[in-house]
């Protein structure tokens, strides 16, 4: 998706403040949820359904709004061949290495062994079910991707056959020549239009997390007491393990060994742009200020803008991480052992499901629940993780945004081009 109408966006403090309205909605309902369970214990457990209807209308709203992504970006991004070809290498790397902190510290620290909350067996067809202590049948894998219909992946949420319509119907759409069909340009349009409504519907979704989070919280609460969030702490310092390594020891590689460049420097110039993101917890957002971050780093304009105005919907490796933990850390709350193979079918999936939602709200916890719908695996303890998924979404729009400034940095320099303080 080419993200250039935004490079006009200007600094905005309203986003800020409505992030941290949003996070103390979030500690009020965690607060007012902690009494309410204590005072009614186990008479509580009904407040859970606020979690359950949250997670189903979260699941409804993310298919098209996944579809609409793919499928814009693969119709109306505009990139040369050879700088796509580098771009995808540069971020295929850096995703792979996020999957692979993710899923090494969930194994290393096994952070879901510390938790207590009785969730649903995984469905028993499902990919993780057959992937439980052995490889994954890869007929069947690819047979899930291919839809009986157009219409199948929007009725049964299947990720991988939503992801290979969009892609079909992305590249017929970009086929035919502009100059011969004036009603592609005409079309165009509508297809940004799917998508933003799409985002908008999102958004509004988004703002019932409170609620949500006040219903499981006074659930939890009076059915276990205070055990949850031994393992909640776990979740949380792994995953912020996690995010940390991938900016503090991956993207400082890069920026010193292959781009030779001084990270010193690199924080010096960048440092308002990554902590804007943290405050307004949106990659997208912080998007003028990456730019102007690049700018004084002496990154070439056309570096800059593959990088931050299109391949930020592709330098989401603080979500790919966040994801790839969290699905492990589920699944060992389920006492579930996944072999290898089932390992690398979760950081394909993410990978995956990460594309194009960057700039969404909660784009992580959005994605984790249409992952964990796709191997099978009850979302119910989605609402749970929000109660501390507010401190790791900043942390992954850090990352992100570090993501974005790093990858234009090593365009520049595979590109040959003298940058300041080369």
């Known amino acids: 998706m080419d993200r250039e109408r935004d490079n006009e966006v200007t600094e905005n403090p309203a986003d800020g ?34 979690g359950k209807l949250f997670v189903s209308l979260i699941k409804a709203f993310a298919i098209p709004l996944l579809f609409f992504a793919i499928l814009e970006a693969v119709a109306t991004t505009q990139i040369a061949l050879k700088s796509a070809g580098k771009l995808l290498v540069v971020v295929g790397i850096n995703a792979v290495l996020a999957a692979v902190i993710g899923l090494g510290l969930a194994n290393l620290f096994q952070p879901g062994k510390h938790i207590n909350f009785n969730i649903s067996e995984a469905a028993p067809g499902s990919i993780l079910k057959q992937a439980e202590g052995k490889t994954i049948d890869a007929m069947a894998f690819v047979d899930n991707i291919l839809p009986d219909s157009l219409l199948e992946p929007f009725n049964t949420n299947n990720v991988l056959s939503l992801v290979f319509v969009a892609v079909l119907l992305g590249a017929a759409w970009r086929s035919f020549p502009d100059e011969e069909n004036p009603w592609k340009a005409a079309l165009n349009p509508w297809l940004t239009a799917g998508l933003r409504i799409s985002e908008r519907l999102m958004i509004w979704l988004v703002k019932l997390t409170p609620l949500a989070v006040f219903g499981v919280i006074a659930k939890v609460v009076g059915e276990n007491g205070f055990r949850t969030f031994q393992g909640l702490l776990a979740y949380l310092g792994v995953g912020a393990l996690g995010l940390a390594l991938q900016v503090l020891v991956v993207y400082h590689f890069w920026i010193a060994i292959v781009c030779r460049r001084s990270i010193v420097q690199f924080w010096k110039e960048s440092g308002n742009a990554v902590l804007f993101s943290f405050g307004v917890n949106s990659s997208l957002a912080t998007l003028p200020l990456t730019l102007k971050a690049l700018d004084r780093l002496g990154v070439s304009k056309e570096s800059s803008r593959l990088s931050a105005c299109i391949g930020t919907n592709l330098n989401n490796d603080g979500i790919l991480l966040y994801e790839a933990m969290a699905v492990l850390f589920v699944a060992q709350t389920m006492g579930m052992q996944l072999s290898l193979g089932a390992q ?43 109660t501390v998924d507010w401190i790791l979404a900043r942390l992954r729009s850090v990352t992100n945004v570090s993501a974005d400034i790093t990858t234009a940095m090593i365009l520049d320099r595979f590109a040959g081009k003298k940058t300041v303080g080369t």
């Open 344 to 386: 690398v079918t979760v950081a394909a999936l993410c990978m995956i499901t990460a594309v194009g939602i960057a700039g969404v709200p909660e784009a992580g916890i959005i994605s984790l629940a249409i992952i964990l719908t796709n191997l099978g695996i009850p979302a119910e303890i989605l609402p749970i993780l929000l």
């Open 17 to 50: 403040r409505k992030s941290l309205r949003s996070t103390l909605w979030i500690l009020v309902a965690i607060a007012i949820g902690i009494v309410v369970g204590l005072l009614v214990g186990p008479r509580a457990a009904p407040l859970g359904e606020l």
